[in-house]
């Protein structure tokens, strides 16, 4: 059985998660709040608290995980704090992936951040998937897997 962990596991990533645990998946979703924990597990996903301004909270749920979904797309938080997750911090996060079983990444972001999840995938030969808001976040995860 794959796992995903799919940070920002809002209602866009809560609804993937629900689709991939009808196929089958074991899956993880976090939130940077203890108030968005109830929600996810509500929606039958493992809960945890992570943040990706912090990557290590991110690394420390990756043990077990095949891919990796960045929902960063519609994160919240000062200018400043939105360029570090979209930029060092993601750069940071993607260069220790490196050591994890992690197989894939699938990213919802920025412009930047697309630029260094490319450039992590050519360096590191890690597969990614880039999305956009209506894009099909299934087809994306199980295109990594696929190998596509």
């Known amino acids: 059985m794959a796992r995903a962990l799919i940070v920002g596991c809002g209602c866009r990533g809560r609804a993937l998660g629900e689709g991939l645990l009808a196929e089958g998946w074991a899956v993880r979703g976090t939130s940077r709040r203890e108030e968005g924990l109830a929600a996810i597990e509500a929606a039958g ?3 945890a608290l ?14 077990d995980v095949a891919v990796l979904v960045l929902l960063l797309g519609s994160a919240i938080g000062s200018e400043e704090e939105l360029a570090a997750i979209h930029g060092p911090r993601l750069e940071r996060l ?23 999840v490319r450039t992590a995938s050519r360096t590191w030969r890690i597969p990614v998937e880039i999305i956009g808001e209506g894009d099909d976040l299934g087809a994306a995860v199980r295109a990594i897997l696929a190998g596509r």
Request: hydrophobic share 35%; aromatic share 2%.
């Open 45 to 47: 996903i493992e809960p």
């Open 50 to 63: 992570a943040d990706p301004d912090r990557p290590g909270t991110i690394l420390e749920l990756v043990n």
């Open 94 to 116: 993607l260069e220790h992936l490196v050591d994890t079983p992690v197989r894939g990444v699938v990213y919802e972001g920025d412009a930047g951040g697309t630029e260094i």
